[in-house]
């Protein structure tokens, strides 16, 4: 195990000067070439930063608002007849959109129920097993500049929904 831990610890190091060996040995312009790319990603992230502040602007007023509240009050009949916790509803919906703001819920669902209660164990294998869909959906489809999603948002939805289901039939098997 010590062998491993020491390993991992020169393994970034040892990537990036065989990265500039190789290039060196195969005499392209290195330093160039970092230029180059970190250009490129400068201007990759100042075209993502509108989404990226839309998308968590959304989050806090969903989350502030207390719709998300309402939305589970509403959601609570169909949650139970599923065995879902009501309790983990906004968790669920808000992971969709926002990994810090679910994280947010997340403490707070900690706080109220325990980090090792039903609930607690559901929202931290929910948190591992389901995307921020629409976060990722627009970051890369804008970036990559896709405008025809075709499927992508009903498959997106049938995985998570499929990762929530396995989350609680895990979290019931550990109990």
Not at 81 to 100: E, G, H, I, K, Y
Not at 113 to 133: K, N, Q, R, V
Not at 160 to 170: E, P, S, Y
Request: proline content about 3%; glycine content about 8%; hydrophobic content about 55%.
């Amino acid at each position: 195990m010590q062998f491993i831990l020491y390993l991992s610890q020169f393994m970034i190091p040892f990537l990036i000067f065989y990265i500039i060996g190789y290039g060196l040995l195969t005499r392209v312009p290195v330093y160039d070439s970092f230029i180059r790319g970190a250009n490129e990603g400068l201007k990759t992230v100042v075209r993502i930063v509108p989404t990226l502040i839309g998308l968590m602007v959304a989050a806090g007023v969903l989350r502030a608002s207390g719709f998300l509240d309402f939305l589970a009050s509403l959601l609570e009949q169909a949650a139970s007849a599923v065995a879902f916790p009501a309790a983990l509803v906004p968790l669920a919906l808000l992971r969709m959109f926002s990994s810090s703001a679910a994280t947010g819920l997340l403490l707070d669902v900690y706080k109220e129920y325990g980090t090792d209660s039903s609930i607690g164990l559901i929202a931290s294998l929910m948190m591992c097993c389901t995307e921020t869909i629409f976060y990722t959906m627009s970051l890369y489809f804008m970036t990559a500049n896709i405008k025809k999603t075709r499927h992508t948002l009903g498959g997106a939805l049938l995985s998570t929904f499929a990762g929530i289901a396995a989350c609680v039939v895990l979290a019931r098997a550990m109990a």
